[in-house]
C-alpha cells in the first residue's frame, strides 16, 4: 500500500533533484567567480611584481650610472690635473704616482698611461690584461671617456673595469687610465636588495655572462657566471619563448625589458636595465613572486579563507533555508489536504487519492478494493444535548477509531459533518466486516465527555459498502453503490453495515 500511497503524494524525488540543480547551479556560479576573482588576483599580483622589480632594478642601475659617472669624472679631472703640470715623461710621471699613491685611499686599484705611440706604461699584470681584454682598443674609443667591461684582476683577483681619458703630455696626446674593483658598483646593488632571495647581476647582453653583485648566497657575489648555467634547473617548457624574446629585447639594446618564469614551482619576475656607460651591459634583478607578493599573497590567502568561510556559510543557509521551506510547504499540503478537527483528508483530497489509486488499480487488473460510506447516528441529537465540544470530541475519536483500523490499509476521510469515507485496499468483505464490527466496539467505548450524565450515551453508525471493481468501474459509481447501500441500512435503523447489491 506504501507504494501505491506513494504514486499520489507530492514528488518528493522531484523535489529533491530540483533542489540538487539549484546547489550545483549555485556551485558552479560561486566556482566561476572563484577562479574570476583567482585570476584577476593573480594577474594584479604578476603586474605589481612587474612593477616593484622594474622599480628596484632602474633604482640600482641609476645608482650604478651615478657612481659609474663620479668615476668618470673623478678621472677626467686628473686627467686635467695632471695635463697643467705639462709632465713629458710618462715614465717617470708613472713612477712617481706608482710609489706615492698605487690607488690607496683613493678607491682605485692602478693607474697607468698610454702615449701617443701606444705604449702603455703599466705594470706587468696590468700588460697582460691589456693584451687578453684588448683594452687598448677600449681607450683609443675615449671621447673624452671610455670604459671597458667588467674583468677579472691578475693583481687582485676580483671583477675590476678600466675607465680611459685623454691626457695631454708635453704637447702630446695620449691616455690616462684607472682601474676600479666591480665591489664599489656591487655595493650600490647589495644594499638595494629587498630581501634575501632577491638576486641582482650585471649581465653582458651578447654572452650572457653575468657578475653578481647580491644574492642569497654571499659566496656567489663578484663571481663570474652564467646566466642560464646560475639558473641551476632550466626553466619550464612553456615560459622558454617569454624568456628568449626577453633576451632578444637586450641584443637589441632595448633600455629595459621584464619576463616572468617558473622554475618547477617557482615564480620569477626578472627585469634587465640598461647601463649608459658601460656598453652591452645591464642590470639584471631576478626576484620570486613570494618574495615580493608575501603580502598580497598572503591577502589573498585571507580572502580565499573569508571566501570559504562565506561559501560554507551560505551553503549551510541555503540548506537550512530548504528544509524550513519544505517544512512549510508540508505544514501548508497537510492543511490543503487534511480536515483541520479531525486530521484526516478532507473531501477534495480524497476524491483526487482515491480517483488516482483506482485509475492504477484499473490498469493492473490484479487487485480489488473496497469503498465505505459511514454516518454517524444521529449525531445532530449530541451537539444538541451535550454541546458542539463534546460533538467534536467525538468526531476527532471516531476518526481515530477509522484510522487506526483501516489506516493502514487504505484511506480515511471526512467527507463532511458527521460522515466519513474510507477507501480499503481489500475487497474481502468478510475481512471488512470484522474490521467494522471491531469499529462499532470502538464507537460504543466513545463518550461525549467523562461526566457520570454521559455514561449511558452509545454511539453508533451506519456503513454502506461497495467493492471496486466488482460493483463499479470508477469512483463516481463506487460511490453512488456505497451511498445505496448506505441508504438501505438507514432505512433498516441504522447501527449496522451493509454492501452494495445489483439488482
Known sequence: MNKKKNMILPNELGKNFSFIRMLIIYLAICGIGVIVLLVSFNGLIKRHDNKLTGDICSLVTEKMNSSISYMTSSVVN???????????????????????????????????????????????????????????????????????????????????????????YGGKNGYLFLTYPLEEIQHMAYVESLTKDSEIWLMEASSDNIIQCAGSNRYFIGVWDNALISLRKP???????????????????????????????????????????????????????????????????????????LFIATIIMFIVSHRCEAREKKVLENLSIQDPLTSVLNRRAFDFTADQYLGYLGKTLKNEASLLFIDVDYFKHVNDRFGHDAGDKILKEFSAALQEIFGNDGYVSRYGGDEFVVLVQNGDKEVISGQLELLQQKAAAIKPSDDEECQDFVLTFSCGAAVFPTDASDLKSLQAGADSALYIVKENGRNGFGWYEQS
Request: proline share 2%; net charge neutral.
Open 235 to 309: 626553466i619550464n617548457d612553456n615560459n622558454q619563448k617569454d624568456y628568449v624574446a626577453w633576451k632578444d629585447k637586450m641584443n637589441k639594446g632595448e633600455r629595459t625589458a621584464t619576463v616572468t618564469y617558473n622554475i618547477g614551482r617557482k615564480t620569477y619576475t626578472q627585469v634587465c636595465s640598461k647601463i649608459d656607460f658601460m656598453y652591452g651591459w645591464y642590470v639584471v634583478v631576478r626576484i620570486p613572486s613570494s618574495s615580493l607578493s608575501s603580502a598580497m599573497q598572503q591577502f589573498r590567502l585571507s580572502v580565499l579563507i573569508f571566501l570559504g568561510i
Open 78 to 168: 686628473m686627467a686635467a690635473g695632471l695635463s697643467a703640470h705639462n709632465y713629458s715623461d710618462l715614465q717617470e710621471l708613472y713612477d712617481i704616482l706608482s710609489a706615492n699613491s698605487n690607488g690607496k685611499g683613493s678607491g682605485y686599484v692602478s693607474m697607468g698611461f698610454i702615449d701617443e705611440e701606444d705604449n702603455i706604461y703599466a705594470s706587468k699584470t696590468e700588460l697582460e690584461e691589456f693584451e687578453k681584454w684588448n683594452l687598448l682598443d677600449i681607450a683609443k674609443l675615449a671621447n673624452p671617456v671610455s670604459i671597458s667591461a667588467p674583468y677579472r684582476s691578475g693583481k687582485t683577483g676580483q671583477p675590476v673595469f678600466t675607465l680611459f681619458t685623454n691626457y695631454n
